[in-house]
């Protein structure tokens, strides 16, 4: 549910964010357009084998792997990108998206797959991984397709 007491006051002493709503002709679920929400962290830099991407990492919208051999990044479950959402935003809705830039700098055998966490899945136009072979980037766009079983969809 939106929390419309922590919405931007456009009386012009407004502070510069990280996330914004986007009005779409959109159905009455999300009468407030869609939450983009962009790096409102740190970038994250991992340089070993495996890892979990959570929502505080994926929240910080740039993640760098360097990996020396095949390494697989897990996403977080769908309800902690849920609960980290809302807390730094004003609410989320279905159809609200975190945007997350991950980029392979690793050596010539250190592809990156990427998995869903547990709640997520990838849209059905994709394999159920996502692969980045060295010197490539992708932006995840991990969608809320449910609120109150948490879930989501990667768009990469």
């Known amino acids: 549910m939106v929390d419309f007491t922590r919405q931007i006051n456009e009386s012009g002493t407004d502070q510069v964010i990280n996330n914004s709503r986007v009005r779409a002709n959109v159905a009455a679920t999300n009468a ?4 983009w929400m962009q790096g409102t962290g ?3 830099n991992f340089t070993t084998g495996s890892q979990t991407l959570t929502a ?17 990044y897990t996403l977080d479950t769908a309800t ?4 980290y959402m809302n807390a730094n935003s004003a609410g989320i809705s ?7 830039l991950l980029t392979n700098a690793g050596s010539s055998t250190g592809v990156i797959t990427v998995s869903p966490g547990t709640g997520g899945g ?18 995840l766009n991990i969608k809320i397709t449910n609120t109150s079983t948490p879930a989501y ?3 990469g």
């Open 153 to 155: 969809i990667v768009y």
């Open 122 to 139: 990838f849209d059905t136009g994709q394999n159920n991984n996502l692969q980045l072979p060295i010197n490539t980037s992708r932006t």
């Open 32 to 35: 407030q357009g869609v939450l």
């Open 80 to 83: 902690n990108i849920l609960s």
């Open 56 to 72: 505080t990492i994926l929240g910080g919208g740039l993640v760098v792997g360097s990996p020396s051999a095949a390494a697989t």
């Open 94 to 100: 279905n159809g609200d998206i975190m945007s997350c």
């Open 42 to 44: 740190v970038a994250t």
